[in-house]
């Protein structure tokens, strides 16, 4: 029994429980995956780690930047660059009009989301297969791997709109309104197929550039000098990520790997970097819900349920990490509100972890 449960252990799902948690509410954190962050997300392999999902941190609203400024004092996040350079589709290259600071963990980024977790109950590993309300009038969430049940007063869903949608459709007929499912239903994600390649050390000079953003490429959309995150790397490192339109040809694959070299080789020919296609090593990792195409105007989707039901995430207002920030905290104003009415810490949020 608890008062809240969250299910997913992304940024939205953190913000919130950490909110209602310093209120004095009892909270558990749900996660399917065995790590924290969603798509901030960092992998180890190799003797070394990459970031292969969200890739930087962009500040430019007042909840981000305050955050990396308590991020960059605690020596967490630091400067990683200003220049993300743009490939247009005629091949030529383009600095940046505006230089804007981008900042990267250099012990990878799902650091920031470690940062988020203290004190916090979170079960990972742990995938919510159903949930029901009780006759004692609280929800009951099954979890797959276990059979076990949580049994919460309040639930918040910070996971995509997709995911929510499954778990929460064998309610409609009796719980959840026309609306409520339509709006959910409408909030489509572009998928993403992310490459981490490392090389050898070679006398191949690097290139100029630490990041680029592909401009209309079919095929790729990011590259980055991963490795030049780090200090003291010990091999070069890259990112690649994937474009849309390439990734949903490609989502269902059982070969992730030729993916991957092929995703390489156009960016070897693309940039004219021949010895990219041949790294010393590579991972793939598909991404179903990447980047949200058409998010809801509203910081969260409420559910007009006799008990607290609430959804978040980047695909409520967009803007993505931030984005995903403000709706956890949204969420958990919209719980406080059909429960017990305590005092948040909202914008002194930062106090708890100073």
């Known amino acids: 029994m608890t008062d809240v449960a969250v299910i997913g252990a992304g940024m939205a799902g953190l913000v919130c429980a950490q909110q209602l948690s310093q209120a004095g509410y009892s ?8 790590g924290l962050g969603g798509r ?84 990972l590993n742990q995938r919510v297969i159903n949930i029901y309300p009780t006759p004692d009038n609280s929800w009951c969430l099954t979890m797959e791997s276990s059979n076990e049940e949580l049994i919460a007063q309040a639930v918040v869903l910070a996971i995509p709109a997709p995911q929510a949608l499954m778990l929460l459709e064998p309610l409609g ?48 959309g990011w590259i980055g000098l991963d490795s030049s995150k780090r200090h003291n790397p010990q091999q070069p490192v890259f990112v690649v990520q994937s474009s849309a339109q390439f990734a949903q040809l490609h989502l269902e694959s059982s070969d992730l790997q030729a993916v991957g070299q092929e995703m390489l080789q156009y ?17 793939v990792h598909r991404w179903r819900y990447a980047f949200p195409q058409n998010p809801l105007k509203e910081a969260v989707l409420l559910a007009n349920t006799p008990l607290p039901l609430v959804c978040c995430g980047d695909w409520c207002g967009g803007n993505l990490v931030e984005g995903a920030m403000l709706s956890g905290m949204a969420a958990s104003v919209a719980i406080n509100n059909q429960l017990r009415q305590l005092l948040l810490p909202n914008m002194n949020f930062f106090n708890v972890f100073t």
Request: charged share 20%.
């Open 27 to 34: 909270v558990i954190v749900v996660e399917k995956s065995r």
């Open 173 to 220: 007929k009796s719980l959840l309104d026309k609306e409520f499912l339509e709006q959910m239903s409408s909030v489509e994600f572009y998928p993403c197929i992310t490459a981490i390649a490392g090389y050898q050390t070679t006398d191949q000079p690097p290139p100029h550039w630490k990041a680029l953003n592909f401009v209309d490429h079919a095929v790729l």
């Open 267 to 283: 960016a070897a020919q693309t940039l004219t970097l021949p010895w990219l296609e041949k790294p010393d090593w590579m991972q």
């Open 40 to 123: 901030v997300a960092t992998r180890r392999l190799h003797g070394t780690w990459a970031d292969h999902g969200a890739c930087y941190l962009k500040p430019q609203g007042e909840l981000l930047g305050r955050f990396v400024e308590l991020l960059a004092d605690r020596h967490l996040v630091e400067v990683w660059t200003d220049k993300v350079y743009q490939l247009s589709a005629d091949g030529s290259l383009h600095e940046p009009e505006n230089m804007i600071p981008r900042y990267v963990a250099p012990g990878g980024m799902s650091a920031i989301a470690k940062f988020l977790a203290p004190g916090l109950e979170v079960l």
